[in-house]
């Protein structure tokens, strides 16, 4: 019986800047699923599919203000040729700072589809009639202004592999990843045991494997409640849990 062969996710991309994604594809985890073909990225550059003569992919904005948009037409054709490269029914998504707020689960929800076409914008934007036509969900990575969305597309492109069959080496990393259980990571510590006075904390050289769940767990709570308490907002503790939180709580000075 041969090897069972994994589903590949497919990303479509379309960008002005097609190279920046070799630091996808020739580089780290990425590199290894695309060459174990785990995922595919295809980049389409809208200035393969401009009319203008000069290869002009943007104009200004009806209306005045300052800068540039990118135009209907380029980017129209470069998602149309991407659709049809991607399987079917793929979804459309747009890097925008007016986007929903990226996190784990947008991400695990990314990751069901199967297959996705980002279009990473430049410019003071792109003609809002492309969005109302060919985008199904705009994406932003959080409150702050880039220079274009192909950075925001490789965070997306990145996170999503990680959730795909093969790519990690063990499945569960991406399941005990910070976030995926709603909590901050716990502190980790590596040879040697002391590094100035700093020793590795007791418990995890003890050997004592529940000791070192439990405490695990314990610092993923209290760093998730010093640190991102919104975190916690709605999350249901069960019993062994708010025990460990006030333990930790007491332990830090902490209200």
């Known amino acids: 019986m041969g090897r069972r062969l994994l589903a590949m996710y497919y990303f479509g991309v379309v960008?002005?800047?097609?190279?920046?994604f070799d630091a996808v594809t020739k580089y780290g985890v990425t590199r290894r699923a695309c060459e174990n073909?785990?995922?595919k990225v295809e980049a389409f550059n809208p200035r393969d599919y401009t009319l203008d003569k000069f290869g002009n992919v943007d104009a200004?904005?009806?209306?005045g203000g300052p800068g540039m948009l990118m135009q209907y037409q380029p980017l129209h054709d470069a998602i149309k040729v991407a659709?049809?490269?991607a399987p079917s029914g793929t979804k459309v998504v747009c890097l925008s700072p007016q986007g929903k707020q990226l996190d784990h689960s947008l991400v695990t929800k990314f990751h069901s589809w199967g297959s996705m076409i980002l279009i990473a914008g430049r410019y003071e934007g792109i003609d809002e009639r492309?969005?109302?036509t060919e985008v199904d969900l705009e994406v932003s990575i959080g409150d702050y202004v880039l220079s274009g969305g192909e950075l925001p597309a490789m965070c997306i492109i990145d996170a999503v592999s990680r959730l795909v069959p093969g790519v990690l080496g063990n499945i569960q990393n991406a399941y005990e990843d910070t976030f995926a259980q709603g909590l901050?990571?716990?502190?980790?510590?590596?040879?040697?045991?002391e590094i100035n006075g700093l020793k590795v904390?007791?418990?995890l050289v003890s050997g004592n494997h529940e000791k070192i769940r439990q405490w695990r767990l314990q610092q993923a709570l209290g760093r998730t409640y010093e640190r991102?308490?919104?975190l916690l907002e709605g999350r249901e503790l069960d019993k062994l849990e708010r025990k460990l939180l006030k333990a930790y709580k007491e332990e830090h000075g902490l209200n």
């Open 83 to 85: 659709r049809e490269h």
């Open 60 to 63: 200004k904005p009806f209306g």
């Open 201 to 203: 904390p007791e418990v």
């Open 130 to 132: 492309v969005l109302q």
């Open 15 to 20: 960008s002005l800047f097609p190279e920046m």
């Open 228 to 230: 991102r308490p919104d």
């Open 37 to 39: 073909e785990l995922i």
């Open 184 to 193: 901050l990571h716990f502190p980790q510590y590596t040879r040697p045991e």
